[in-house]
């Protein structure tokens, strides 16, 4: 064996600490690396039917699903409870396979039947970095119909857990609302490679879907220089492609990463409504992302309903890299148009959030925070500028109440008056340091000028409360979503009389 000098020993110690350095900053690369190993096997699965009833809307297993995240709720006029949640499958990641679960009652949660409202079924719903993921559902409702907004990700994309986050710089459309699309032979970077992310966000996207007439019932691929269709390309209104070009016939989906033609890689909203929770509309995707964002997120939980108005209301938030998340407030007129407004927050970020409109038509937004006070900012209805600005001096007003720090919570306004005054509830875990449990209820009375004041704080469930969402019952009662576990949503109902003891 040869002998190593002094000199020699030194070198090798050198190049001993610059291996394991790297290693360790190539360490998350690795990582993904592996994961993305699971990438083989493409698959696309049939929408699971769901014939059964159960006395739970998001029990374990229901439709083939584990693991249940993030409710919402609403009531229809006939008394229908729609809820909705994350089919997280077989994991508890925010990203890499989610669907979209919504189950109905007719009898204020006795019985609940079931279906997917949303649901793409690429890599056998299980975990996998390369899925797509429906995340975060919104559910408002005008009495009659049910809407629902939920975050839609393409192919490995996502905010957090996921193999590619978002660009900004683009927002996906292009200034007549059509969604832009990019041939996939454009980009020579393999899916799954570390630098796909980049590479697809700076490709051209030279084509587009023409997708806003609602008159269709199938689209077009277009280029966007010479406005000539794709021949052997046809869309239909989910988003499914079917290629019949050179003797082919697959099909596939523009937000999957095996399609001759795909969608920019960021999170889109994905728009949907039903009259009885069971048969869903195609969707509409909201364009209302700006270039300078990396993504516009809903803030999942229950919208509203402006009948005075009409207008269909509810908050979502942004997102960039470096914790920069700000909420805000998006809105459809009578006229079918979506807008969005200014920031809730000046000082400080804010994120998921829940609003509620006062009888003088204040629209109060609550929102999840860093700190540990629960606060609002008050909206108005600016009609010079057709859009809701926030009231001066209103902004970021402390209830005096305490809440969870990051952590989403859900607000109600009663349909009904307490002593003669408005009232508003509000659920939210209130435990120090990030830990969500210590659940609560509170319910809160307006004064003069909007003011609240603290009238009882209920407790819902002391060891394990996470996101959760309220909605009032044909009879007066108050339901309640809430996860108590890992995975676990649970459904209850209280007499108001009790929350108010």
């Not at 393999?190 to 806003?212: E, I, K, Q, R, V």
Request: glycine share 8%; hydrophobic share 35%.
């Amino acid at each position: 064996m040869k002998k190593i000098n002094s000199s020699e020993k030194k070198k090798v110690l050198i190049g001993v600490v610059i291996a394991i350095t790297v290693v360790a900053m190539l360490t998350p690369i690795i990582f993904s690396a592996v994961r993305v190993g699971v990438l083989a096997g493409f698959t696309i699965s049939t929408r699971p039917t769901i014939n059964s009833k159960s006395n739970e809307p998001f029990k374990s297993g229901i439709g083939g699903s584990r693991n249940f995240r993030i409710p919402a709720m609403v009531t229809l006029e006939d008394g229908t409870i729609i809820a909705s949640a994350d089919a997280r499958w077989n994991h508890f990641e925010d990203s890499s396979n989610i669907d979209t679960l919504v189950s109905v009652s007719r009898n204020n949660g006795a019985s609940w039947e079931h279906t997917f409202a949303c649901y793409f079924g690429d890599y056998n719903n299980k975990l996998n970095d390369g899925a797509t993921c429906f995340i975060d559902s919104a559910l408002a409702t005008d009495g009659a119909t049910a809407y629902m907004v939920v975050g839609l990700n393409p192919s490995g994309y996502g905010v957090s857990s996921s193999m590619y986050k978002s660009h900004k710089g683009k927002t996906g459309f292009d200034n007549q609302n059509r969604l832009l699309l990019r041939a996939k032979d454009s980009v020579k970077v393999p899916f799954g490679s570390l630098t796909y992310s980049l590479a697809c966000h700076n490709a051209d996207y030279d084509f587009y879907l023409d997708y806003t007439d609602d008159t269709r019932s199938a689209y077009g691929v277009y280029s966007v220089e010479t406005g000539d269709r794709v021949e052997g390309i046809e869309v239909d209104l989910h988003f499914n492609l079917t290629n019949a070009t050179e003797g082919k016939k697959e099909t596939t989906n523009v937000f999957f990463h095996n399609s001759p033609y795909q969608v920019y890689p960021t999170t889109y909203l994905y728009f949907i409504s039903s009259t009885d929770g069971l048969n869903w509309s195609a969707p509409t995707l909201l364009n209302l992302k700006t270039d300078h964002e990396d993504t516009l997120l809903i803030a999942p939980g229950n919208g509203i309903y402006d009948n005075a108005n009409d207008r269909l209301i509810f908050t979502a938030y942004s997102h960039t890299q470096g914790k920069k998340e700000y909420a805000s407030v998006i809105w459809r007129d009578g006229d079918g148009r979506w807008h969005r407004s200014e920031n809730a927050t000046v000082n400080q970020w804010s994120s998921e959030s829940s609003c509620v409109l006062l009888n003088d038509d204040t629209l109060r937004v609550f929102y999840r925070s860093g700190d540990e006070a629960l606060k609002y900012t008050d909206f108005f209805f600016d009609e010079s500028q057709n859009s809701y600005v926030r009231k001066e001096g209103s902004v970021e007003i402390d209830t005096g109440a305490v809440k969870t720090a990051n952590c989403q919570l859900s607000a109600l306004k009663y349909s009904k008056e307490y002593e003669g005054k408005e009232l508003i509830l509000m659920s939210t875990p209130t435990a120090k340091n990030k830990e969500r449990r210590l659940g609560k209820i509170y319910a809160f009375s307006l004064g003069n000028y909007g003011t609240m004041t603290l009238v009882s704080a209920y407790s819902a469930n002391e060891i394990s409360f996470g996101y959760s969402c309220l909605a009032e019952l044909s009879n007066g009662d108050i339901a309640i979503l809430y996860e108590r576990n890992a995975g676990e949503i649970v459904f209850e109902t209280i007499a108001l009389d009790e929350i108010l003891q």
